[in-house]
């Protein structure tokens, strides 16, 4: 009864009963509470009341001339779900009870006469259950509103976040074609250096856009990742970078010669380039490579002295390209060798220089995917038979001893090739003789 006092609200109660004094003790025993009444003698004039005002409850007499009590409160409830009922009754009237309960919704019947307090208790009672049932819905109302809400700030939010992921995606995206894009713009940098080494070393000594074709090649035939390809490649573009501060005469010379007059000069320079290359992040790799380039596979190479499976796979593929290529060149050895003898050098050094593993695969890869002009394609290699008069030697021919015979530059005649011809039967092998394309015909 107090929370109703306490709270400062009015509710507004409507009295029905066609008889004016029970109307009258109804009034009297309502006074002095917090609601504001509504008097009527039937249900017609009921119901128009009930369309003029917001009434919170209604206490209706059962029988009434008309329109009884449950018929009116049926019509309430009808309207108005909201509005508390309560019948008023002087007779056990089961049936009557049974439809006010369950068309007219009452919150409870009370018999004549009544008791004033247990009357009074039971509006409060009421009013108090309205009053929690409109919270409650207020309260379902509000978070329905706030559910509706947060499912839109929800949606808004995914569609913004998948907006953005979509962004931030084509950001990636356009980060990692940008930055492959620098990789592969790192590769062919190193390659445009390698050309400028290059120009310090004479033309038969330029190796290195050869030894990249060669690893080229390798890596194509063995199906190497694009990234292992690049590190690959851009090793093989830089692999002798560390050779730039040599003499030139060092860089004009083989390395079976250096390493017994420059011993300490040329197993420096796999490190130096390493050294120089340190500094670019997207050579990281590349530059170890390099560095153990010329680690033999029995442990006896340099800088490191590393041997078999600890040496890196790119660096045991560029000693064999490097080789491959620089043994044509007379860069390893004191003469010049063919490709038919640079297979037969690897293969006699396989599980010493060279991983065994890798020597066939090699060899294979460079008869079947590299041209015979990969070296230069202004030099031919003639058998001593097909020599003619008036031909340039390219490249200084040496006997299978080692011993010089003819020097780069010379121009060969009818009884130079007639000795040449009596000098390799003697010799017991066949000459291989490096001779100007264009005097070829």
């Known amino acids: 009864m107090n929370s109703l006092a306490e709270s400062g609200k009015r509710y507004t109660v409507m009295l029905v009963d066609d008889e004016e004094n029970i109307l009258?003790?109804?009034?009297?025993v309502l006074r002095g509470q917090p609601y504001d009444l509504l008097l009527a003698t039937n249900g017609t004039q009921a119901l128009g009341l009930f369309e003029l005002h917001r009434i919170d409850l209604i206490i209706s007499d059962a029988r009434m001339p008309g329109m009884d009590g449950p018929t009116l409160l049926s019509e309430v409830y009808h309207r108005d779900p909201d509005c508390m009922n309560i019948l008023l009754t002087g007779y056990a009237d089961v049936s009557m009870i049974t439809k006010?309960?369950?068309?007219?919704?009452?919150?409870?019947?009370?018999?004549?006469?009544w008791n004033d307090e247990e009357l009074v208790i039971t509006l409060h009672q009421a009013l108090e259950f309205q009053a929690v049932r409109r919270d409650r819905d207020a309260l379902l109302k509000l978070a329905n509103e706030q559910n509706n809400k947060l499912r839109d700030l929800n949606d808004g939010l995914e569609r913004r976040v998948a907006a953005r992921t979509?962004?931030?995606?084509?950001?990636?995206?356009?980060?990692?074609l940008a930055y492959?894009?620098?990789?592969?713009?790192?590769?062919?940098s190193t390659e445009v250096f390698s050309l400028l080494i290059n120009q310090r070393l004479p033309r038969l000594r330029q190796t290195n856009q050869r030894v990249i074709e060669v690893v080229?090649?390798?890596?194509?035939?063995?199906?190497l990742s694009d990234t292992d390809t690049r590190d690959l490649t851009m090793a093989a573009a830089l692999y002798n970078i560390g050779k730039l501060g040599w003499s030139d005469v060092m860089l004009a010379g083989c390395a079976d010669l250096l390493l017994r007059t420059e011993t300490e000069a040329f197993k420096t320079y796999p490190g130096k380039s390493e050294a120089l290359l340190m500094a670019l992040e997207p050579l990281h790799d590349a530059m170890h490579i390099i560095r153990h380039h010329q680690e033999h596979w029995d442990g006896r190479g340099f800088p490191d002295r590393l041997s078999g499976q600890s040496i890196p796979l790119g660096a045991r593929v560029l000693k064999l390209a490097v080789d491959f290529v620089e043994l044509q060149c007379g860069l390893v050895l004191e003469r010049y060798l063919?490709?038919?003898?640079?297979f037969v050098y690897l293969r006699q050094h396989k599980s010493t220089y060279y991983d065994p593993a890798l020597i066939e695969f090699f060899?294979?890869?460079c008869t079947c995917h590299l041209p015979e002009s990969l070296l230069d394609p202004s030099v031919k290699v003639l058998d001593v038979r097909r020599l003619k008069p008036g031909m340039v030697l390219d490249r200084n021919l040496s006997a299978s001893n080692g011993l010089l015979l003819l020097n780069e530059g010379k121009i060969?005649?009818?009884l130079l090739i007639e000795k040449l011809t009596a000098f390799e039967a003697v010799d017991g092998g066949r000459f291989s003789v490096f001779i100007r394309a264009a005097e070829v015909q």
């Open 24 to 28: 009258n003790s109804l009034r009297r």
């Open 100 to 113: 006010a309960i369950n068309e007219g919704h009452i919150f409870r019947y009370i018999s004549k006469p």
């Open 166 to 176: 979509s962004e931030l995606q084509q950001t990636a995206d356009m980060l990692d």
């Open 180 to 188: 492959d894009e620098l990789r592969r713009n790192y590769v062919t």
């Open 216 to 223: 080229r090649a390798y890596c194509a035939a063995s199906a």
């Open 338 to 342: 063919t490709r038919d003898e640079v």
């Open 363 to 365: 060899i294979q890869v």
């Open 412 to 414: 060969l005649t009818a």
